[in-house]
């Protein structure tokens, strides 16, 4: 059973800076892709950022040069910093990974349980 716990949210004002992390554990041999995504209310869970396991990135243009994504594969751990907060980051951000139990088994994707962010103005 594989296990992803996200911590670190909370309430930050406009132009200022959270950290997020999303620590993988249970039965893991390895792990690709590692990623964020929100969910503002009422609207669709979006795509935030994500990194490949050989550090390749990808970020949703609203966030491109004030998120960064970063992991660190030791600790089968990914972390979303955060810069230049707007109201409009507010959601409930979730992490998600693509995990294999063993060698021999296919990836399958994990979600954590999702942890708040509210910024306020």
């Known amino acids: 059973q594989v296990q992803l716990v996200e911590s670190g949210g909370g309430l930050a004002q406009a132009g200022g800076s959270l950290t997020l992390s999303c620590a993988a554990s249970g039965s893991i041999a390895s792990i690709s892709a590692m990623g964020w995504y929100r969910q503002a209310p009422g609207k669709q869970r979006e795509l935030v950022a994500d990194?490949?396991?050989?550090?390749?990135?990808n970020y949703a243009d609203s966030v491109k040069g004030r998120f960064t994504i970063s992991r660190d594969n030791a600790k089968n751990t990914v972390y979303l910093q955060m810069n230049g907060l707007k109201p409009e980051d507010t959601a409930v951000y979730y992490c998600n990974a693509a995990v294999r139990a063993t060698m021999w088994t296919r990836a399958l994707y994990k979600w954590g349980q999702g942890t708040q962010v509210t910024v306020s103005s």
């Open positions: 990194i490949t396991n050989s550090n390749n990135t």
